[in-house]
């Protein structure tokens, strides 16, 4: 699918950009990356965190009209005595400035930045609109610059390159990604649209798994980390497996 023709923008009227180098977008937000931008964060010694969601082979959890993207950007794991499809994200864990930024707020990476960082300010997810207002960049970044979107069509060609790039890296790289975390001992997710389990991983053991998948295991049970009762009886009803309290060795992030 051409991604200029999957952009979702909250705006009528042409949307204008033009970067300042504020570097705000480099701090305080964690940057999803590919496995192989992954192994070279890791590899030099940056820290990495594990976002899990999913949803059910029946859709719970999942809108109607994400369904095509959302499963094929997932892969299917046993819970319980059904199937939940889950979709991971590995970020470079940045809760403060990016390891990455000289004095001067620069990047000092910027060759090899990775594909997300390219493609700010523009949003991966073709469901999730692009909303000025919700970015961290000053209103004058919006005030001047090339075009960037005309009515619903992303004008930069090579940006929907990159955006295409990255969805297909979605697609390509999750069956290695829960191969990983199967080596990690990382498998409860939460439902998407409900909230996502967050991971921390030794750095060490990451880079070694990152650099040994077996993406050709058997895949083991998933438990489903939901807070709501009557969700979690819904889910147990189903067949799914499921815990409502914590463990230490993750985080449960609600909405």
Not at 140 to 164: K, N
Request: aromatic share 6%; net charge negative; proline share 5%.
């Amino acid at each position: 699918m051409d991604a200029r023709h999957t952009v979702n923008t909250a705006q009528t009227r042409d949307i204008h950009f033009d970067c300042t180098g504020c570097g705000k977008c480099c701090t305080g937000h964690h940057v999803p990356l590919t496995l192989s931008e992954a192994r070279q964060w890791t590899g030099a010694g940056g820290q990495v965190i594990v976002l899990v969601e999913a949803f059910m082979a029946d859709g719970l959890g999942l809108p109607a009209d994400q369904r095509e993207h959302a499963l094929r950007r997932s892969w299917p794991v046993p819970c319980g005595s059904t199937e939940a499809h889950v979709a991971i994200t590995f970020a470079a864990f940045n809760p403060e400035r990016c390891r990455n930024l000289d004095a001067d707020d620069r990047c000092t990476i910027y060759e090899l930045r990775p594909l997300v960082c390219r493609i700010y300010p523009m949003e991966i997810n073709p469901h999730i609109p692009l909303r000025p207002d919700a970015k961290d960049c000053p209103a004058d970044a919006w005030q001047s610059g090339p075009v960037l979107i005309h009515g619903t069509q992303l004008v930069d060609h090579r940006l929907a390159q990159l955006i295409e790039q990255s969805r297909q890296a979605d697609r390509d790289d999750i069956r290695g990604k829960v191969a990983i975390c199967q080596a990690l001992g990382i498998d409860t997710s939460a439902l998407k649209g409900n909230g996502f389990t967050a991971y921390l991983p030794n750095t060490q053991a990451l880079d070694q798994a990152l650099r040994q998948v077996n993406a050709t295991a058997e895949i083991a049970a998933w438990t489903l980390h939901v807070v709501d009762p009557e969700l979690c009886e819904q889910l147990t009803a189903s067949g799914a497996q499921v815990r409502s309290e914590g463990a230490d060795y993750y985080s449960f992030i609600g909405f």
